[in-house]
C-alpha cells in the first residue's frame, strides 16, 4: 500500500484540477461531489498506508521515488516521498479532517456562486499540504509550503469583493513571506553544509546528539523556525492568523486551525535531528512557544467575535504545541497537533454552524440563549469546550497534561506559565460557551425568528468530531489510568523521540496534576460565570481589558514602528532618489539603449563590400588580440 | 551513418518527386512522411549504439558519438515539427516545392555530418552541404527582388567565410600534420603553441563566427534572414544553426580543450559584442521579422557561451539550447507567416482576434526571453553554469544577464502590441484546427522543457 | 640583427619578422617604381587614346548587355560533369589497387551523378528553345 503514496496528493489534484477547469460550468452539486470524492479516495489509501506502518513488519521509513526532479551539477533532488510513521500520521489527519471538512462545506457553501471554485481551492490545498508532509526532501516540503500559503491567500480572500477580506488575505501572504525567507535561507545553509535537501541523506551526515557543537546548527534550525513562525502564527508573526478569519469559517477551521498552521510543528518534528544538535534554538522555540500561548491566551479572553476568540486560541494553542517541541518532547508536541485537529476543527465547525444558524452575524454581543434552537451544536460545541479546557479523560486533557508534564521536568518556571495559560484556555472558552448558549437572546428579533438547526451534512461532521474529541486522547492516555504509550511507541518508529516520564516522583505528579485539573476547572467555571456576567453583557470593555480587547495594540504598534517608517522612508525615497536618481538611472539607461540602437542600425548598409570591410576589419582586430595581447 | 545515407536518398526521393507529382499537397505529405521516417532511422541509429563506445566510420573520419546522435535524433525532431507547422506555407513559396524539400534534407545530411565528423575535411564538406542549399533556398521567391539579394549576398559573403575557414584547416594541418582531430591533440603542444596553430585556430574560430552570425562577422544575417522568404528563414535560423554551433563546440571541446589559454579571451570578445550588437540594435527594429534575426544573433551570443566554457556541461547546454531556441522560433515564425504585416503594428489586437495564436506567442516569446519555466530559462541557465563552473569570464556572465534584460523589452513588445493595443490584424491565411493543435503542442513542449529540462538529456 | 638571430630559435610570431620585412621591401620597389615613372615620364593625351581598344576595330555599344541565363546554366553543368571526369584519373591509377570494393564505389558515385543528369535532362535545363 505504501508504494501507492503517490495516489494520496493525485487524487485531491485531479479534483483541483476538474473543479478549476470547468467551474464556471459545472453545477455546484457536482463540484461538491468530485472534491468530496477526491478527499476520500486520499483519506482510504492513507488509512491502508497508516495500518501498513504500523505493522510490526514495516521497516523503518520508505522513500518512494518518483521522478528525478533537479539535476545540475553536483546538486540531485529526486521527488520522492517518504512514509514513516509521522507522515502517515499527518496524512491521516489532513485528509480525515479534510473529507469531514470537504462534507461540511458541501452544505455550508450552498449558496454560494463560487463554490466549485472554492472546492478547487480546497482540493488544491489538500494537494499542496500533502505534498508539504509527504515529501523527501526540503524543497518538496518547501514547493507544498508555497502551495498552502497560496491557498490560504486564495481562500482568505475568497469573498474578495470586500476590501477588508482581501487586505487580510495580502496581509497573510507578506506575513509568510517574511517566513518562507528564513525557511529558504535554512534550505540554503543545508544544502551549502551537507550537499543535500534529502531528510535522510542531511540527518546521516549530522553527528550524534550532543557529541559536537557548532553554531551552524543553531543557525539553521533558527531559521527553519523563523519559517514556522509565520506559517505557525508564532511572535512576532502572528497576527495575520486572527485576521484570517475572514475566510469561510470551513476554511478556518481546515487550514487555519486543523492542518497547515501545523506545518510548522511538522517541520520541527521533522528536523528534530538538527534541533536535538542547537540547544539554544530550541530554547528559543520553547520561549517563543510559551510567550504566544500567554499572550494569545490573554487577547482570547476579550475578544467579541466568535471566530476571533477561537483563532487567538488557537494560537495560544500552537504556542503550548511548540512548547513542547522546545522541551524536547517532539511525539506530545504532534499528539497535541492531533488532539488539537479534532476539537478546534470541531469548534470551529461549530462556530460556523452558529453563524449560519444567525445569518452570518459572528458578533456573540448579538448571541446567546442558544442552546434550545442548536441543541446538536451546543452538544458538540461543549464538548469541544471541554477537550480544549482540559477536562480529565477528554482528548485535551490527555495531551496538555503531557506537556505540561514534559515542561515541569525542564523548567519549573516554564511550567507555571503555561499552566497559567491552560487555565486561561479554560476560562476564555468557558466565556465563549456562556456568552453564545447560556442566558437569553441579545440578538433582533428577525435573526430569533430565523434560528434553527443545520442540516445533516453540518451535524454529523460535528458529531464525527466531537467523538474523537472526546476519545481521541485513550491512544496516549497515562500509565497511571491503564494506558500504553501507543503513540509514542508508533512515532518512535520513524526515529522522532519521545520524553519517557519515568522516576519514583512520576506518580504522585501525575496525580496532582490530573487533581489540579479537575479542582481548578470546576473553579473557572463558577468564576466565568461570575467574573463575565452574562445577562449584564454588552460589549463594551474599559481600562486592562480594553487593552486586551485591542489586542495589545500590537497591530497598532506594528503599524507604528515599522509600516509608518517604511511608508514615511519609501515616501523620501520616491521623492528624491527614485524621482531624481533611479528613474533617471533607468531612463538613462534605456535612453542609451535606444540611442545605440539606432546608430548600430545604420551601419547596417546593405553593401556586401562595406560588410566585408567590416569583417576584415574584425578579424584584424581579433588577430591582433589574440597575438599580442591575450599573452 | 543510417541517418546520412537515408536522408540523402529521401532528398534524391524529392527530386523525383517534383518531375512525376505536380500535385503540391501530395508532395508535402509525401516529404511529412519521409521526414517521420527519418525521425524514425535516427532513433534507430541512436538505440544501436552503445553509450560509451563511439563508433568509427569511414577509416574514422566519422565518430558516432553517442551525444551527437542525440543531437541528430533531436534536430531531426525539430524539422519533423517545422514541417509540421509550415509543410503548407512551404507550398506557397514557389513552383518547385518538391526542391525546397530536397534541399532541406541535403541540409539534414550536412547536419549530420556535421555533429559526428572526426575530421577536418568532413567538417568542411559538412559546413558546405549545410550552406549551399541555404543560399538557394534563401533565393527561392523569384519573383521578389529583396529574396534575391538576399541569395547573392550570402552566397557572397558565405564563399568569403569559406575561403576563411580552408585557409584556418590548412595553417592547422600545417602544425599538426593531420586532419584528424582526435590525433590533432597530442600534436600540438600547449605551452609553447605554434603561432601556426594559433592562427589557424582564429580562422576557424571567424569562419564559425560568421556561420552562427557573432560579430563582427554578423552583417549578413538580418538581410539575408529578412530577405529570405519567411518559412526558410525559420528553418535557417533554428535547425541550420543549431548545427553550426554544435559542429563548433565539437571542434574546440575535442581540439583545442587543452588551448582554451590562447583562444577563450578572444571567444569571449566575439561573445560580448554578439550580445551588445544583437540586443541592442533588436531595440530599434520595426519589423518583427528583422527583430527575430537580430534576436538570433542575440541567441548566438548565449549559445557561444557553451564553446566557451569547455567541459561536460556545455554539451548539456548546447543540446538543451539548441533546442529550446529552435522550437520556441520555430513558433514565432509559424505564427508570422500566418499575419500579412510583419512590423509590430501588425500584431495589434491579435489577442481579440485569435487568442489562442496571441498566447503561444506570449509563450514562444517567454521562452526567449529567458523566463522562468520555459524552455529557454533552462537553457540560459545551462549555458550560463557550463561558464560560471569553469570560474573565470564572471564579467561575460554578468554583462550576458543585463543583456537579456534588455531582450525583455523588444520581445515584450510584440505582447503589449497583441494584448494592449487595438487594431485589426490581417490574416493571411486561414488557421485551422490542425495549425492550432500543432501550435499547442510546441507551446506544451516549450512549456515540457522548462519543466523536465532532464528529459532531453538524459542521453547526454 | 643580433636580435633576429635570438628569435630565431624560438618559435614566435617575431620569427616571421624577416618575411614582414621581405614583403615591405617587394610592395614597396614596385610603389616606388611606378611612382617614379609616372612622375617622370612624358605624358601626352589624345581621345583615341583613351578609348578602349577592341581588336584595331572601332567599339560598338556597351560590354555589359544581358545575356541568355542559359549560357550560364550550360556552362556550370559542363564544369560539374567535368569535374566528375577528373576523379577517375586517380581512380584509374588505383584501379586494381582498390578493387571489387573500389568498384562498386565508383558505380555508386556515378550513379549519383546519373541521377543528377536524369533530373537536369527531365527539368529541361539543357532545352535551348523556350
Known amino acids: ?47 491502508g498506508i497508516f495500518f501498513e506502518v504500523k505493522s510490526a513488519s514495516f521497516q ?15 546538486l540531485n533532488i529526486h521527488f520522492d516521498f517518504q512514509v514513516d510513521a509521522l507522515s502517515s500520521l499527518f496524512l491521516l489527519i489532513i485528509t480525515g479532517i479534510g473529507f469531514l471538512i470537504h462534507v461540511y462545506s458541501t452544505s455550508y457553501m450552498g449558496h454560494d456562486e463560487g463554490m466549485v471554485k472554492y472546492f478547487a481551492y480546497l482540493n488544491l490545498f489538500v494537494f499542496s499540504m500533502l505534498l508539504l508532509v509527504l515529501g523527501a526532501n526540503y524543497l518538496i516540503m518547501f514547493i507544498g509550503w508555497e502551495g498552502v500559503g497560496l491557498c490560504s491567500y486564495l481562500l482568505i480572500g475568497f469573498w474578495f469583493k470586500n476590501r477588508d477580506y482581501t487586505n487580510a488575505a495580502k496581509k497573510a501572504f507578506v506575513m509568510n513571506r517574511i517566513g518562507d525567507l528564513g525557511f529558504l535561507v535554512g534550505m540554503l545553509l543545508i544544502l551549502f553544509n551537507y550537499g543535500t ?28 523556525f523563523i519559517g514556522a513562525m509565520g506559517k505557525s502564527a508564532q511572535i512576532p508573526l502572528y497576527t495575520w492568523l486572527p485576521d484570517a478569519m475572514a475566510g469561510p469559517t470551513p476554511v478556518s477551521a481546515l487550514i487555519h486551525a486543523a492542518t ?69 518532547a517532539y511525539t506530545t508536541g504532534v499528539f497535541h497537533v492531533m488532539t488539537h485537529a479534532f476539537f478546534k476543527a470541531l469548534l470551529f465547525l461549530g462556530a460556523g454552524s452558529v453563524i449560519h444558524a ?63 495559560a491552560a487555565v486561561l484556555t479554560a476560562i476564555y472558552m468557558f466565556r465563549l460557551l456562556m456568552l453564545v448558549f447560556m442566558g437569553g437572546f441579545r440578538g433582533t428579533h428577525d435573526q430569533e425568528h430565523h434560528l434553527h438547526e443545520s442540516p445533516a451534512a453540518i451535524t454529523i461532521p460535528l458529531i464525527i468530531l466531537a467523538i474523537f474529541s472526546l476519545v481521541g486522547g485513550f491512544v496516549q492516555i497515562p500509565h497511571l489510568f491503564g494506558g500504553h504509550d501507543y503513540l509514542n511507541q508508533f512515532l518512535g518508529k520513524a526515529g522522532v523521540p519521545a520524553v519517557i516520564h519515568e522516576g519514583p516522583g512520576l506518580e504522585m505528579k501525575e496525580w496532582t496534576l490530573f487533581g489540579a485539573t479537575c479542582v481548578g476547572l470546576l473553579v473557572i467555571f463558577l468564576a466565568t460565570k461570575k467574573l463575565f456576567a452574562v445577562s449584564q453583557f454588552d460589549g463594551n470593555y474599559s481600562g486592562f481589558k480594553k487593552v486586551l480587547a485591542n489586542k495589545w495594540y500590537v497591530d497598532e504598534l506594528y503599524d507604528t514602528i515599522i509600516v509608518k517608517p517604511i511608508g514615511a522612508l519609501s515616501g523620501i525615497l520616491d521623492k528624491f532618489a527614485e524621482k531624481a536618481g533611479i528613474d533617471g538611472l533607468v531612463n538613462g539607461v534605456g535612453k542609451t539603449v535606444r540611442w545605440g540602437g539606432d546608430r548600430m542600425r545604420l551601419l547596417q548598409t546593405g553593401q556586401v563590400g562595406f560588410y566585408i570591410f567590416i569583417m576584415v576589419l574584425g578579424m584584424v582586430a581579433l588577430f591582433t588580440l589574440g597575438f599580442f595581447w591575450i599573452k | 551513418m543510417k541517418a546520412i545515407i537515408a536522408t540523402t536518398v529521401f532528398g534524391v526521393i524529392m527530386m523525383f518527386a517534383g518531375l512525376w507529382v505536380n500535385d503540391k499537397k501530395s508532395i508535402a505529405g509525401l516529404a511529412t512522411f519521409l521526414f517521420a521516417a527519418l525521425l524514425g532511422v535516427t532513433i534507430w541509429d541512436l538505440t544501436t549504439t552503445s553509450v560509451n563506445s563511439p563508433k568509427s566510420l569511414f577509416n574514422d573520419m566519422l565518430r558516432s558519438e553517442h551525444y551527437s546522435l542525440w543531437f541528430n535524433t533531436i534536430m531531426t525532431g525539430c524539422s519533423l515539427l517545422y514541417v509540421l507547422l509550415m509543410g503548407k506555407e512551404v507550398q506557397k513559396v514557389g513552383k518547385y516545392v518538391s526542391e525546397y524539400f530536397a534541399l532541406i534534407f541535403f541540409i539534414l545530411c550536412g547536419l549530420y555530418l556535421l555533429s559526428m565528423y572526426n575530421n577536418l575535411l568532413m567538417m568542411f564538406i559538412g559546413i558546405e552541404i549545410l550552406s549551399i542549399p541555404q543560399y538557394i533556398l534563401a533565393g527561392s521567391d523569384k519573383r521578389n527582388l529583396k529574396s534575391s539579394e538576399a541569395s547573392l549576398k550570402y552566397f557572397l559573403m558565405g564563399a568569403f567565410s569559406t575561403g576563411i575557414l580552408l585557409m584556418g584547416i590548412t595553417l592547422l594541418y600545417g602544425a599538426a600534420r593531420t586532419f584528424n582531430i582526435t590525433e590533432m591533440v597530442t600534436l600540438m603542444h600547449s605551452d609553447a603553441l605554434n603561432p601556426l596553430a ?51 563546440l565539437r571542434l574546440f571541446q575535442v581540439s583545442f580543450n587543452s588551448l582554451s589559454e590562447h583562444w577563450v579571451m578572444v571567444l569571449a570578445i566575439i561573445t560580448a559584442a554578439t550580445l551588445l550588437v544583437g540586443n541592442v540594435t533588436a531595440v530599434f527594429q520595426q519589423s518583427v521579422k528583422r527583430m527575430l534575426a537580430y534576436s538570433s544573433i542575440a541567441q548566438a551570443g548565449f549559445m557561444l557561451f557553451a564553446v566557451l566554457a569547455v567541459n561536460a556541461v556545455a554539451w548539456q547546454g548546447i543540446i538543451i539550447y539548441a533546442v529550446a531556441y529552435s522550437v520556441a522560433t520555430i513558433g514565432i515564425f509559424a505564427v508570422l507567416v500566418k499575419l500579412k504585416d510583419y512590423t509590430y503594428d501588425g500584431f495589434n489586437g491579435l489577442a481579440q482576434r485569435e487568442p489562442l495564436l496571441a498566447f503561444v506567442t506570449t509563450i514562444f516569446l517567454f ?30 556572465v554578468i554583462f550576458a544577464l543585463l543583456m537579456a534584460a534588455i531582450s525583455v523589452y523588444y520581445y515584450f513588445r510584440v505582447i503589449i502590441a497583441m494584448y494592449f493595443k487595438a487594431g485589426t490584424p490581417e490574416i493571411s491565411s486561414p488557421v485551422t484546427g490542425g495549425d492550432k493543435f500543432m501550435l499547442v503542442v510546441t507551446c506544451a513542449l516549450v512549456i515540457l522543457l522548462g519543466v523536465l529540462p532532464q528529459l532531453f538529456l538524459t542521453k547526454v | 640583427m643580433d636580435v633576429l638571430m635570438l628569435s630565431a630559435e624560438q618559435n614566435t610570431p617575431f620569427n616571421y619578422f624577416p618575411i614582414a620585412l621581405q614583403l615591405v621591401i617587394a610592395v614597396g620597389f ?85 541521377c543528377g543528369f536524369i533530373y537536369i535532362v527531365k527539368r529541361g535545363a539543357l532545352e535551348w528553345e523556350d
Not at chain 1, 523503518?60 to 553536483?74: A, C, E, H, M, T
Not at chain 2, 582564429?202 to 552570425?213: C, N, Q, T, Y
Not at chain 3, 564505389?105 to 550513379?111: D, K, P, Q
Open chain 1, 197 to 224: 535537501l534529502a531528510y535522510q541523506d542531511v540527518f546521516a551526515k549530522l553527528p550524534a546528539a550532543h557529541t559536537e557543537t557548532s553554531s551552524m546548527y543553531n543557525w539553521i534550525a533558527l531559521c527553519l
Open chain 1, 260 to 328: 497547515m498552521v501545523t506545518a510548522g510543528i511538522y517541520m520541527i518534528a521533522r528536523s528534530h535531528a538538527l534541533y536535538d544538535l542547537a540547544p539554544m534554538a530550541l530554547d528559543l522555540v520553547a520561549v517563543i512557544g510559551l510567550a504566544t500561548a500567554l499572550l494569545a491566551a490573554t487577547i482570547a479572553l476579550y475578544q467579541n467575535d466568535i471566530k476571533k476568540v477561537l483563532a487567538y486560541s488557537t494560537v495560544s494553542q500552537l504556542g503550548f504545541m511548540f512548547l513542547a517541541l522546545g522541551v524536547g
Open chain 3, 30 to 114: 614596385v610603389v616606388v617604381m611606378m611612382l617614379v615613372s609616372h612622375l617622370l615620364g612624358p605624358k601626352r593625351k589624345t581621345e583615341d587614346k583613351l578609348i578602349n581598344f577592341e581588336s584595331g576595330i572601332p567599339s560598338v555599344g556597351n560590354a555589359r548587355q544581358p545575356m541568355g541565363i542559359k549560357y550560364f546554366l550550360v556552362a556550370i553543368l559542363f564544369v560539374l560533369f567535368d569535374v566528375e571526369v577528373i576523379f577517375f584519373y586517380p581512380y584509374a591509377v588505383n584501379f586494381k589497387y582498390l578493387g571489387k570494393e573500389g568498384f562498386l564505389e565508383v558505380v555508386l558515385f556515378v550513379a549519383f551523378f546519373l
Open chain 1, 1 to 47: 500500500m505504501a508504494n501507492l503514496v503517490y495516489l494520496v496528493p493525485l487524487f485531491p489534484l485531479i479534483g483541483f484540477l476538474i473543479n478549476g477547469i470547468f467551474w464556471k460550468r459545472m453545477p455546484k452539486t457536482l463540484g461538491g461531489v468530485i472534491g468530496c470524492v477526491a478527499i476520500l479516495a486520499s483519506f482510504i489509501i492513507s488509512l
Open chain 1, 60 to 74: 523503518g521509513p520508505l522513500v518512494v521515488k518518483l521522478f528525478d526532479f533537479i539535476q545540475s551539477g553536483n
Open chain 2, 198 to 248: 594559433l592562427a589557424g585556430i582564429l580562422f576557424i574560430m571567424i569562419a564559425f563566427s560568421f556561420k552562427v552570425s557573432a560579430a563582427p562577422m554578423h552583417m549578413w544575417t538580418p538581410d539575408v534572414y529578412d530577405g529570405s522568404p519567411t518559412v526558410f528563414t525559420a528553418f535557417m535560423a533554428t535547425v541550420v544553426k543549431s548545427a553550426a554551433f554544435f559542429a563548433f
Open chain 2, 367 to 396: 521562452s526567449l526571453a529567458g523566463i522562468p519555466l520555459t524552455g529557454g530559462f533552462m537553457a540560459k541557465y545551462y549555458v550560463l553554469l557550463a561558464v560560471v563552473q569553469q570560474g573565470q569570464l564572471m564579467w561575460l
Open chain 1, 358 to 420: 444567525m445569518g452570518g452575524e459572528q458578533d456573540i454581543k448579538n448571541m446567546g440563549g442558544l442552546r434550545k434552537k442548536l441543541p446538536i451544536t451546543y452538544i458538540t460545541f461543549l464538548i469541544g469546550v471541554l477537550a480544549i479546557a482540559g477536562f480529565p479523560f477528554t482528548s485535551g486533557f490527555v495531551s496538555k497534561d503531557e506537556i505540561l508534564l514534559a515542561v515541569y521536568e525542564h523548567n519549573k518556571v516554564f511550567f507555571y506559565l503555561a499552566a497559567f
